[in-house]
């Protein structure tokens, strides 16, 4: 039985040794990091994700009492920063349900990232802000709550604020227990959210929005095993024990990323603080 994923390393991992698809694994500031690079349709097809990069990072729990951010969110900085354009205003936007807690990495993330499109003109120049990148922030909720699809909703912001990129970030689905709250993935292909759980939602992508796209994630739920099934519980998803605590520092591991890839000049310890 194939048990859903989001992860493109899962996928990667059945399809060895596939042409087509390559992946090469460094270690950053004590990260492991996995990259592999999906070259041509016919592996598109294979495992089903679009062409392109994606990155895994592989660390320690975000549940274990030894994590420390700071320790390690540069690794991921410095990747989103690769995949960044140089110049323009970047919309950051936060998908899920803040309310179900396994679902909330996103909004939950966004609302640490330091938003700054309004900061301009004298106000900035006079607080030392004239550096700060152009930064929108977005929360859109989800379709039962909202009547309105979040592809949808990014869609239209990005025809007012004509971003040079937009960064999406949500919850995802793992096929290996052992990445549940442990594992990010950022890839420059767009995201299908809720693939992972089989509520597949409208692609957010570059065809789509028109502009460059940079996804990202943290796996927190997995599909129950048959064998850990009751006849009668049909299909059912998992989250671990301290799944408050992962959203949590998942939420501020990305937050650091994404701020100390926007706002370079900023030292490790002054993003830290903004939270």
């Known amino acids: 039985m194939n048990y859903r994923t989001d992860l493109t390393i ?3 991992e059945e399809a060895e040794n596939t042409d087509g698809i390559t ?12 990259r592999t690079v999906i070259k041509d349709s016919a592996a598109s097809e294979l495992i089903g994700k679009p062409q392109g990069n994606y990155y895994t990072l592989e660390m320690l729990p975000f549940s274990d009492a030894a994590f420390e951010p700071d320790e390690c969110f540069e690794a991921a900085s ?34 640490r ?38 592809a949808e909703h ?14 999406v970030i949500d919850s995802m689905a793992a096929r290996n227990l052992s990445r549940l709250g442990r594992t990010l993935q950022i890839c420059d292909t767009g995201i299908s959210p809720g693939s992972g759980v089989g509520n597949d939602r409208p692609c957010i992508d570059s065809a789509y929005l028109g502009t460059r796209v940079i996804s990202m994630g943290v796996p927190t739920v997995a ?6 099934r009751a006849e009668s519980a049909g299909n059912m998803m998992i989250t671990p024990r301290e799944i ?3 959203t949590d520092r998942a939420s501020r591991f990305i937050a650091a990323a994404v701020n100390g890839a926007l706002q370079p000049h900023l030292h490790p310890s002054e993003i830290m603080k903004l939270f």
């Open 223 to 228: 599909e129950l095993r048959p064998e850990d």
């Open 244 to 246: 408050d605590l992962l």
């Open 78 to 111: 410095d990747i989103i920063r690769e995949l960044l354009p140089e110049h323009g205003c970047v919309l950051t936007a936060g998908l899920g349900n803040s309310s179900v807690t396994p679902d909330s990495v996103g909004p939950k993330s966004v609302g």
């Open 10 to 12: 899962e996928l990667a």
């Open 23 to 34: 992946s090469d694994v460094s270690v950053i500031n004590g990260v492991t990091v996995t």
């Open 154 to 167: 990014i869609k239209w912001l990005c025809e007012g604020l004509k971003p040079s990129a937009v960064i």
């Open 113 to 150: 990232i330091l938003a700054t499109r309004h900061i301009s003109g004298e106000i900035a120049e006079k607080c030392g802000l004239a550096p700060l990148r152009k930064t929108a922030v977005i929360a859109p909720g989800v379709l039962g709550q909202t009547g309105i699809e979040a």
